[in-house]
């Protein structure tokens, strides 16, 4: 491809991934349409006409690294699939599980839910990690890949856990963390010990200080922390959490080995953890400062979508996911569409899938921010997805999981509506294309937590944002309220299974954890909800309504995305309503939803399924 210059296009920049993404992301926080990009006369612009207009607030080192980032991937775009390859993780649902407060915080206690898993209609765990750590970052801090933590049991609770899970006729995935390891890890003590030992090149260690660059840590403060033998290590997240230079081939040859000894052991695949950051611009340039202010982080334009990621991963396929025929989805923060489609097209053999984030909060909104969260924003991006990732690809569906303040108490702080839209985000999630991925206490309609102050906090992300903001003399009551608004330790506290657990007021709502057993179930025996096509019917302000369909059914699902009543959609004689199962007046209430089903004849589908399920 030719490489983009300040006299390249526009239309030049969108055709590419990265510049796809950067131009959708750069509309959405503005509030317009991408469609502008359609548009013949911006569409012509060079780049360089927009250097002047923009300059207050992009620096000419916001293009620099801009056109960087894009010359470095130089891969053509496949062309359209036309059908959909059917696989078992396409058709799953599946469960995260944070192990420290699921159960007991043990891995027996994870086994002895394995009957309620099942009847919840999990067909596969996501476990995050259970490996040998000092747990600074609660297990994203591994000391040896190849151990069980002692505060979760043994080797052999996990394979009785395998075992179970197995038996269930469920799988399971483990957390696969290594864009760094913890800095008690062998290989970095080996590093720490000898400067010739191999494995100081697994690691990026400079001299001093000078050789060290801007990047920022996600965790507060620089990224580069000095370390026991005098030299300076980079740490995109804690300090004790040290970056892996993937750039060594051995370092690869080595995380594919372990890989495959938790693959030979019988695990499905893995969830690998920020994954998109492994490959990191040679030479670690200083991060352009207008990008840092811009997106709260410096240097993240030198290792979000680095040189090598397609290579390493293609690798990693190739020498350990393939030979298992093993499943993976990548956690990769700051990925659009356009990105995820390389990473995860099943024709280059590189991710099964990936997590975006680009839901999570409302365009002009961050995480540590209390603001109440808009659905008519959920929904466009559900709409974008569903209607363009293509059939080589396949999306993920979630709204939380053990980063993030539940998104229930963001859209509705009240709580008011809290059952409501929990059973609004269920049914969205098992009802739309792609794998949904149900966080522990989903199902259970649990909120944020009502946390008194910051003692009362655990995670190394909060603690340090808050010492680091009232060190530098912001009012502790505002520090405070914000970092409330978007601590992690919301969705970590002990599922409430009973009485004695349950800290803070948590309850479960039964009828949460109904609806999702009924939607895990229809999903199951109704393939048209997991491959059949996606319609919009209507999106008006505060409304989603959709089809699914295929050769042998048809769905209408009808969403109010906001408290005020409305008319439902009106459906034709030949749908039967499903959900609710009994209706209560004929406006659609607050949050409200309705799904109709239609059976087009088929004599593979019955209508007994749905009759069974209005039971
Ligand atoms: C993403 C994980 O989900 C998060 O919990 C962790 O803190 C960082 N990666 C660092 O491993």
Excluded at 6 to 14: A, C, E, P, T
Excluded at 223 to 233: K, L, V
Excluded at 307 to 324: C, D, K
Aim: include cysteine.
């Amino acid at each position: 491809m030719k490489k983009l210059t300040m006299d390249s296009r526009i239309r030049d920049l969108y055709a590419t991934d990265t510049g796809h993404d950067i131009l959708a992301k750069l509309c959405m926080q503005a509030g317009i349409s991408t469609k502008w990009i359609d548009n013949p006369v911006i569409r012509n612009l060079k780049l360089k006409a927009l250097q002047k207009p923009l300059h207050k607030v992009l620096d000419p080192g916001f293009f620099t690294a801009l056109l960087q980032l894009i010359n470095e991937h130089t891969e053509q775009r496949l062309p359209e699939k036309k059908d959909i390859t059917h696989t078992w993780w396409k058709e799953a649902v599946f469960y995260q599980i944070y192990p420290r407060t699921f159960n007991h915080g043990t891995i027996q206690g994870i086994s002895e839910k394995l009957d309620y898993l099942k009847s919840l209609g999990v067909d596969a765990v996501w476990l995050s990690p259970v490996y040998d750590s000092p747990m600074d970052d609660n297990g994203y801090d591994i000391r040896d890949y190849r151990k069980i933590a002692e505060q979760f049991g043994t080797m052999e609770d996990f394979d009785a856990l395998l075992n179970g899970i197995h038996a269930h006729g469920m799988k399971l995935i483990m957390d696969l963390v290594v864009n760094h390891t913890s800095d008690e890890h062998r290989f970095f003590q080996e590093a720490m010990k000898d400067k010739h030992s191999p494995y100081h090149d697994y690691y990026y260690l400079v001299p001093d200080k000078a050789h060290t660059n801007n990047w920022s840590s996600f965790f507060s403060g620089s990224a580069w922390s000095q370390y026991d033998n005098g030299e300076y290590g980079l740490h995109l997240f804690a300090r004790k959490q040290v970056d892996l230079n993937w750039d060594n081939p051995s370092l690869r040859h080595d995380v594919s080995d372990m890989v495959s000894w938790w693959l030979d052991k019988g695990v499905d695949g893995f969830r690998l953890d920020v994954i998109n950051y492994i490959s990191k611009d040679s030479g670690l340039p200083d991060g352009d400062e207008s990008i840092g202010k811009l997106i709260g982080y410096q240097g993240i334009e030198h290792y979000y979508y680095g040189p090598h990621l397609h290579e390493y991963l293609h690798e990693l396929h190739e020498s350990a996911f393939a030979r298992h025929n093993a499943f993976s989805v990548g956690e990769c923060p700051g990925a659009g569409m356009a990105m995820a489609s390389s990473l995860t097209d099943e024709r280059r053999k590189e991710l099964d899938m990936i997590f975006s984030f680009d839901h999570l909060e409302t365009p002009g909104h961050v995480r540590f921010e209390d603001y109440q969260y808009d659905l008519n924003f959920l929904r466009d991006y559900l709409i974008d997805w569903q209607m363009h990732y293509g059939s080589a690809c396949w999306m993920s569906l979630f709204y939380n999981n053990h980063d993030n303040p539940r998104m229930v108490s963001k859209i509705d702080p009240s709580g008011q509506y809290r059952r409501e839209i929990c059973c609004l985000l269920a049914l969205m999630q098992l009802s739309l294309k792609g794998t949904p991925f149900i966080y522990q206490g989903d199902e259970m309609g649990l909120g944020n937590v009502p946390f008194g102050g910051i003692d009362e906090l655990q995670d190394i992300e909060s603690l340090n944002y808050y010492r680091e903001h009232v060190g530098k003399g912001e009012k502790e009551s505002q520090v405070w309220q914000t970092v409330l608004a978007g601590t992690r330790d919301h969705a970590r506290v002990p599922l409430p299974w009973n009485e004695t657990e349950a800290q803070y007021g948590q309850k479960i709502d039964p009828m949460v954890t109904r609806v999702y057993r009924q939607w895990t179930g229809l999903r199951h025996r109704h393939k048209c909800l997991v491959y059949g096509t996606f319609e919009v019917l209507s999106k008006k302000k505060n409304r989603f309504v959709y089809r699914r369909e295929d050769e042998n059914e048809s769905w209408i699902i009808d969403c109010n995305l906001s408290v005020h009543e409305t008319e439902p959609w009106h459906v034709s004689d030949a749908y039967e309503l499903v959900y609710p199962e009994t209706v209560r007046g004929s406006a659609l209430g607050a949050y409200g939803v309705r799904a109709w089903y239609q059976n087009k004849g088929s004599a593979i589908m019955e209508n007994k399924d749905t009759e069974k399920e209005r039971k």
